[in-house]
């Protein structure tokens, strides 16, 4: 996890916790020569616009106190959403048994997205059931895994 990453994690965990949320993800990226700086937050239930602002709220005075990004960024709050992205063996133990997307670096069998029922998580390999068919894909073969709503 890059320094700004984890700086606004432990900003930002106990503000989305007092707000009745979990935190999901914290992303600092660079998209169209702009710096965004992204917190994902998630609750039983759904997340409101309420709830992102809220945090936004509280967590933006943190982030001009502390000042963990030089240079000028994009704050935003939201949902880490239905079809959120898995990263974290967490994440992983906690949706085994449902439909994912995984999609790869290279084609295996011709494709580079496969849908399937999240079987296992091991060391970074995730093997899902596709049908009939159960495949095992190598961390280092894995793009992306991200849940699916049928």
């Not at 039983?44 to 616009?49: F, L, M, P, Q, T």
């Not at 093997?127 to 992306?144: D, L, N, P």
């Amino acid at each position: 996890m890059n320094q700004v990453v984890e700086t606004v994690w432990k900003l930002a965990e106990p503000v989305v916790q007092k707000a009745g949320c979990s935190l999901w993800d914290v992303e600092y990226v660079k998209e169209g020569g702009a710096w965004f700086l992204r917190v994902y937050i998630d609750k039983d239930g759904a997340v409101s616009i309420d709830d992102c602002e809220r945090v936004s709220r509280a967590l933006d005075g943190l982030l001009d106190e502390a000042d963990p990004i030089p240079g000028p960024y994009t704050f935003e709050v939201s949902s880490a959403g239905a079809e959120r992205v898995l990263k974290r063996p967490s994440d992983f133990a906690r949706f085994l048994g449902h439909l994912v997307e995984v999609r790869l670096y290279r084609s295996a069998d011709g494709r580079k997205e496969w849908l399937g029922t999240l079987e296992g998580f091991e060391d970074g390999a995730v093997t899902i059931a596709a049908g009939a068919e159960t495949r095992r894909f190598e961390s280092r073969e894995i793009a992306m895994v991200r849940l699916r709503i049928g």
